[in-house]
T-cell receptor, first 112, second 114 residues
């Protein structure tokens, strides 16, 4: 089975740094995605990790530890527009199967 | 098209009525997915089409739900005899097979059953 855990809500201050954690317990693993979803809009791709380590992309970085079943999304220099839900999703190991399993998402609120 | 298009964007229907939700994926994307997002819940997988293969229907919650994909492109999700618990945002996504950049989602159809 698949189980993905994320905090439900977080609050952070404009200009600061925030880390959103995701832990997973899955019957197989072939990569982890982070998506951003603004209220009333479609989720949009942020990052993809399949190997251990840190992937940096501008203000956003994503980390993966496969042995610990753990990932985090790090957002730096927070802006008000970063207020959104952040979804963690795990990709199954079966070739050709792109059916992702999503966590419930973390609603991030940025305050001035 | 440039993105994944879904219609209608909003649908209010009476309990017991049938509804059809449409998804037009990105041209050339062979894979198409339907997910459901309820308030406070994660995205719930419904059904997955990949090329000419038989669809993966393992996520459909009941036999009131069905989906088809015509000509490898447009897909329609049909919900028969709608119930209040069917109220949710229905999201469609498409992708190239085995693409590492995941899905491109449509903006969704917000279904409200009254």
């Amino acid at each position: 089975g698949q189980n993905i855990d994320q905090p439900t809500e977080m609050t952070a201050t404009e200009g600061a740094i925030v880390q959103i954690n995701c832990t997973y317990q899955t019957s197989g693993f072939n990569g982890l995605f982070w998506y951003q979803q603004h209220a009333g809009e479609a989720p949009t791709f942020l990052s993809y990790n399949v190997l251990d380590g840190l992937e940096e992309k501008g203000r956003f970085s994503s980390f993966l530890s496969r042995s610990k079943g753990y990932s985090y999304l790090l957002l730096k220099e927070l802006q008000m527009k970063d207020s959104a839900s952040y979804l963690c999703a795990v990709r199954p190991p079966n070739f050709g199967n792109e059916k992702l399993t999503f966590g419930t998402g973390t609603r991030l609120t940025i305050i001035p | 098209g440039a993105g994944v298009s879904q219609s209608p964007s909003n649908k209010v229907t009476e309990k017991g009525k049938d509804v059809e939700l449409r998804c037009d994926p990105i041209s050339g994307h062979t894979a198409l997915y339907w997910y459901r997002q309820s308030l406070g819940q994660g995205l719930e997988f419904l059904i997955y089409f990949q090329g000419n293969s038989a669809p993966d229907k393992s996520g459909l919650p009941s036999d009131r739900f069905s989906a088809e994909r015509t000509g490898g492109s447009v897909s329609t999700l049909t919900i028969q005899r709608t119930q209040q618990e069917d109220s949710a945002v229905y999201l469609c996504a498409s992708s190239l097979a085995r693409e590492s950049y995941g899905y491109t989602f449509g903006s969704g159809t917000r279904l409200t059953v009254v």
